[in-house]
């Protein structure tokens, strides 16, 4: 390995443990910005999923840790690294990633002050990351129940967004095109909370066919059954406040592992927005239980949308 190649494994792995003090989980880079250690599982005749479950290195953002000796042991296993990927949705920061690209010719930060202003919301200071394209990284925290997935120019052309199962270049990585670093005045920041309105953007948008008109919904019970919370209907309003409590409801219900924090807290946000919160809180409580997530998760996750929608369940 070239003398400049173990200078860069070598400021890779203290920037990376720099960040790691930082409470930032973090994983070896290689120069092409992708995951420095290959999955072991890639010449196995009939992969299964694992994220690490084997024991082995090489699951990509799965490996990311705080740990200064497991830190160690990855860069050691992957010498050929030059830079370092930071976690994001991790605790205790659970960050997420605004990634304002240049290379699509769009102007990103502008498209970003556009939609600050469109939904009320200021972008904070906070740490910002300017990589060698001079495109600019916005490090932002999340609340600790929600899941904010990662998106490609969903949010507007140029905006990628790094969420949970994602990462961010770390500062001072060395790659093909450059070396990324924090843009002056911002490295001695913390990462700032994500705006609520903002934050609400960056979830998934609604499925087809489960926006509803406002009504109002009878009490649900505990253990009355999913889906069945709703009570009687009595009139035509009511009527499609039932059938919108029931889409979200299944909205619920259809989540897949890695969608059922953010689907929840989703349709608790327009339950609560719409006047059906306190009526179906339980309800959406128990078809998040169904779908895999602990009692203790669910009313986290809806007490955090009653929250954020300025009401209380």
Known sequence: MATTDRQATTLALAHALSAAERGLAVIPLSRSKLPALRSPHRNDPTPTPCHGECGRLGHGVYDASTDPRRIRAL?????WA???GIACGLHPHH????DLDTKSGTDSSAALRELALRHLFTIPDTVVILTPSGGRHLWLTGPPDVVVPNSASRLAPGIDIRGAG???VGPGSRTDHGVYGTVPGTAHLPPAPCPSAL???L???PPRGIRGRRGSAGGPGRGAGLGRGLGQRHSHGQDQGHAHGHGLIH???TAHEGQRNTRLFWAACRAYENGLGPDLANALIDAAIHTGLTEREARSTVASAA???GRRG
């Not at 860069?75 to 010498?79: L, M």
């Not at 960050?95 to 605004?98: A, D, F, T």
């Open 95 to 98: 960050l997420i990633g605004v």
């Open 251 to 253: 909205f619920v219900l």
């Open 203 to 205: 979830l998934p948008p």
């Open 307 to 309: 929250r954020m929608s």
């Open 82 to 84: 030059t830079g370092y």
């Open 75 to 79: 860069f050691a296993a992957a010498p």
């Open 166 to 168: 994602g990462y961010l």
């Open 199 to 201: 934050l609400r953007l």
